[in-house]
């Protein structure tokens, strides 16, 4: 993954280290990165790159920094929190409609926006496609979990 | 064998073929999976990009819900899920202060005594023997590229499973069965894992490799143990086709299809005739 990136895990690593916050949090690849470990399973220095990932993402979004063209990622994995908050475990369609929306107020682009709209009948085909995802019983807990980890204070 | 069960989001959303499966697989195996009551989602990706509070206090609550149902062992057959899961229970297992604080945020009592398992773990659990005592039909014409991803054995200090870098336990398990495995150069890489609509080229992207990659080497067919790559394998296997102009045509199975298959089981019953590509 670190090939498609504009900083890779490595120098985004030296530029924390150097004191270049900044350069670091508008990375575009703190949201190209698909987070699948392999950057902190094989530093030869056992850093913990992808958690500094995270903590860079984070810091990113509370910042208002993300880049616009990876704003779709972030856009996408905050429509994701959003639905479980509300639902207790996902609901697949919901998200779609969710992301989908988000994206195109932020971007304007009509292709994007039914690109997907095929796959529809295709996943019906397969029985794949659920209209109404299960709920849990208890989803007032679940905003009192956010609530209880979101506060910073 | 009574093990509890966290199906997660994928296997009770459009992955639910990889239920389907894993269910008559491990039910003619006599292992009873008892789904835990209320579970909630991981919080995956979303949560440990976006607040990293969160992405203890999803896989804690769950936690806590196995262990008031009395369960030693947990199967969580996505890797995402059981990352989170175990690197969630380590980290109680480890600090009464985190205990402490996630009991009072989930309100529950958590310990973080619950094992989580990944598929390749119950399997085995069985054991090859029993594996190959109840063999009906080895898997003989199958050339198989078996397919880790990324999140199966890393990070390795979290999930202690198998070797990182050259995992043997699926092909194993398949050699055992009769299957012939390849060898390949894919096998831990990532197929972009939940960045299927967020980052739908980067996952087009990776995953062409792995298909070219596993092809290659001689396999006609993959076999995952992960919702999400059969999605980006097998789903978008088309969208690969097309952006790249080239023809794949490769059969992606989850590992309790093909030791399903090897136990009797009709295709049908591992709802195999679900997936997006068939058998050429």
Redesign the interface.
């Known amino acids: 993954?670190a090939a498609?990136m504009d900083i890779a895990p490595n120098r985004l690593i030296r530029l924390l280290q150097l004191g270049r916050e900044r350069e670091a949090l508008n990375a575009q690849s703190i949201w190209?990165c698909?987070?699948?470990?392999?950057c902190?399973?094989r530093c030869p220095k056992s850093v913990n790159c992808?958690g500094i990932m995270?903590?860079l993402?984070?810091l990113s979004?509370e910042e208002g920094r993300v880049s616009p063209a990876q704003r779709?990622?972030m856009?996408?994995?905050?429509a994701?929190?959003d639905n479980?908050r509300r639902n207790?475990?996902?609901d697949?369609l919901e998200?779609?409609v969710q992301?989908k929306l988000a994206g195109f107020m932020h971007d304007r682009r009509f292709s994007l926006l039914f690109k997907?709209a095929t796959l529809a009948p295709?996943?019906n085909k397969?029985?794949?496609?659920?209209l109404r995802?299960?709920k849990?019983?208890?989803r007032a807990?679940?905003r009192?979990?956010?609530a209880?980890?979101?506060d910073h204070s | 064998m009574n093990i509890g069960y966290y199906p997660g989001?994928?296997l009770?959303?459009?992955?639910?073929?990889y239920e389907e499966s894993l269910r008559a697989c491990l039910n003619t195996l006599d292992v009873q999976l008892q789904e835990i009551d209320?579970?909630?989602?991981c919080?995956?990706?979303?949560?440990?990009?976006?607040?990293?509070?969160?992405?203890t206090?999803?896989p804690a609550?769950n936690l806590a819900l196995a262990e008031r149902g009395g369960f030693g062992e947990m199967l969580a057959p996505c890797p995402m899920c059981s990352m989170q899961l175990i690197k969630a229970q380590r980290a109680l297992a480890e600090n009464e202060g985190l205990r402490r604080e996630m009991s009072?945020?989930?309100?529950l009592e958590v310990r973080g005594t619950t094992r989580v398992l990944n598929l390749i773990q119950v399997f085995e659990q069985i054991g090859l023997d029993r594996l190959k005592a109840a063999l009906k039909s080895p898997l003989k014409s199958l050339s198989a590229a078996c397919y880790y991803?990324?999140?199966l054995t890393?990070?390795?200090d979290v999930v202690e499973f198998d070797d990182?870098e050259q995992p043997r336990s699926m092909e194993a398990i398949l050699t055992a069965l009769g299957a012939k495995t390849v060898d390949w150069s894919y096998r831990t890489?990532?197929c972009?894992?939940g960045?299927t609509?967020?980052?739908e080229e980067?996952v087009l992207?990776?995953s062409h490799k792995i298909l070219s990659n596993a092809a290659a080497h001689g396999a006609n067919c993959l076999v995952v143990a992960c919702p999400m790559c059969h999605v980006n394998l097998d789903m978008k296997q088309p969208d690969i086709e097309h952006r790249y102009g080239v023809r794949h045509g490769m059969v992606i199975y989850y590992l309790s299809d093909v030791v399903g298959m090897a136990l009797g089981l009709p295709e049908s019953a591992l709802g195999i005739n679900?997936?997006?590509v068939g058998k050429a």
Request: hydrophobic share 40%; proline share 2%; glycine share 8%.
């Open positions: 993954m498609q190209q698909v987070s699948c470990q392999t902190a399973t992808a995270d903590a993402r984070q979004m779709r990622v856009l996408f994995q905050k994701f929190l479980i207790g475990r996902l697949e998200l779609i992301f997907d295709k996943l397969r029985k794949k496609l659920h995802g299960k849990v019983r208890d807990v679940l009192r979990i956010f209880r980890s979101m | 989001c994928a009770h959303g459009s992955s639910d073929d209320e579970w909630i989602c919080g995956a990706t979303a949560a440990h990009s976006l607040n990293q509070k969160l992405s206090a999803l609550r009072g945020i989930v309100e991803g990324c999140l890393r990070p390795p990182c890489e990532c972009g894992g960045m609509l967020a980052s980067t992207d990776l679900r997936h997006f």
